[in-house]
């Protein structure tokens, strides 16, 4: 089956006639249906938990930010009694994924057992999907019952939103979701996009970079020079067509520059603000306002918006183009409640949403929950984001940068505060990327 899909939001199957998808009423009947709340029978019993020991605080998403705030908690208040929950039930990280599609490291440095999470940290791991929420009653709703929580944390992370490369229609959606995965999101994404790239034969292999504050701000670009160093080694004639919406690389920006054009010359073709128009799955090709491409392969990745949770739940921010919580921006709780928080990628701050970032702020707001407990407020604290880029492999050599983040009073927004850059890339970033990734799940998954 093929799909034409574009801005103008039109769909076109197997030469079959134009069907009218982008009304607004019709896209607002579509994305009501997409976030309404799950409600089974089963979820009006209470989850199969030991009772609670203590005021207890349910944490919701085991990933970065998740697993952070669960342990950090019991560390600053131990009697609390902590639940995290997660509907998957093994850990796999997104940071270094890209380097594993290069056989940098293998899957055995990405995977980490919850189990082992909650059991050196004192806490309980639940493997639910989070379904609803009662805020009046304090009730958390899993497909497998319900919990009643003191402290409620939101760290589900992203999703997608197609929407906005004018992909209105569920089944074209659906197309692009499976057969070009953006690779920002789970597991299966990463192993699909490895086997694509290690079995590619030659021609076009497209890559993109999305609008707004996506997930991983330098992950695309490295990942454009992990797959021309894939092509490289496997001697494919294959070129990685990078098209970015923005105007110029949005990080590390000469380091990019040049390995783009000093290790991948005859590989890597760059192409900034391109503004995807329409995606002929038909004749596979991206039209923006000026021009169009031609692909073999690919992989899209599409903007992103704060996990479809945060919207089931009634919790957006009106104003926030990327779906995400209407929370305070200091310390993270909901406008109006300070028993529910909401941290990570899912956040409304302008913060990079990284695993560094979501690490840092997960401790600040760990601190931040055990203080509200006492009756005590803490100062805001910047989060910290560290982000190493590998740009060549065997050996492997990498940049970095580091940065934390100011608020401006005038313009009501935060800003980069003091910046450490690196982005000249060496053996010794490459080793030191792996030592900070060895070290942050440590921090997370043990004692
Ligand atoms: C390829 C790639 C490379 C990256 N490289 C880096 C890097 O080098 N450095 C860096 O700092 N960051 C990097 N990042 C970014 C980093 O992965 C994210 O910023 C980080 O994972 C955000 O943490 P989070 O906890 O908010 O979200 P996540 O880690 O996505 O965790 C969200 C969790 O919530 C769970 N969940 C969602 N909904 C439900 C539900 N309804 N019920 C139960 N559970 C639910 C999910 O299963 C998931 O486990 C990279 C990301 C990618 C994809």
Redesign the pocket.
Known sequence: MTYKISRRAFLQASGTAILAAGTSAGVLAEEQKRTAPVIAGNTLVPAPLPKAKGPRVVV???????LTVAKYLKKFDKDLDVVL????ALFVS?????LWLADQINMDFLTHSFLDAARNNGYIFFNA??VDLDRESRKLYTEQGYIDYEYLVL????DYDYQRIGVEDIEAEYYIRNNYPG??VNASEYLTLKNKLENFRGGTFLLTVPAGNY??TA?PYERACMAAAIFKRNGVKGKVLLLDHNAEIKIKKDGFQNAFEQLYPDIIQYEPSVDIQSINLDSREVESEFDSYTFDDASIYAPVRA?R?IEHMGLVDPQSLQKEAHIDPFMNHLVGDEHVYVT???RSQPFS????T?NSEGKFIAEVIAAHRKGERLEWRSPQTM??SGVKIDPLEAMNIITYYKYDKERKTFGFDRVHLVDVWSVKSGQAGLAWAEGMFKDMFYT
């Open positions: 919701v998403g085991g990933g970065w930010s998740g929950i997660d509907r998957n997104c940071p270094m994924s890209n999907t989070v760290a589900p992370g992203i690779g920002f997930r991983c992950a996990s949770l990570g990628d899912a949403k990284s695993g560094h979501a982000c190493f």
